[in-house]
């Protein structure tokens, strides 16, 4: 039972290290996309990063839901709980930033199809 238990903290390690880089790595990805955007100047950049953002947090917040399965002790429970009720406060955030985001280029894809419909008109 002991080998077992060995074999799935070790399996549940490699995991939350694989989860944590890649979060890291979408964040710098997406950080280095939208430092491009800005400096061309594209309108969908904020968009962009902020769903880059969430998508990095997923992934860590993947790495410490897979932490509490290796926790041992009852304090180490509750600063991972913290730690996930944080990160999933911040994707929150994020999803309700993208939702306005995403709505704000909406309008503005209508603003500018009626003023070029009343272009055309004329």
Do not use: C
């Not at 947090?57 to 009852?74: A, D, H």
Request: hydrophobic residues 45%.
């Amino acid at each position: 039972m002991e080998i077992l238990e060995e074999v799935l903290n070790t399996i549940v390690q490699y995991a939350i290290l694989f989860f944590e880089y890649v979060g890291v790595g979408v964040l710098i990805w997406s950080g280095i996309k939208g430092i491009w955007g800005y400096i061309r100047r594209r309108p969908s950049t904020r968009l962009d990063l902020a769903k880059g953002m969430a998508m990095a947090l997923e992934f860590k917040l993947g790495s410490e839901i897979l932490r509490t399965v290796v926790v041992r002790q009852p304090s180490e429970l509750i600063i991972v709980g913290g730690i996930i009720l944080l990160r999933a406060a911040l994707t929150a955030l994020i999803h309700w930033e993208i939702k306005n985001e995403e709505s704000e280029v909406r309008k503005d894809n209508l603003v500018e199809e009626s003023k070029e419909n009343k272009d055309s008109l004329k």
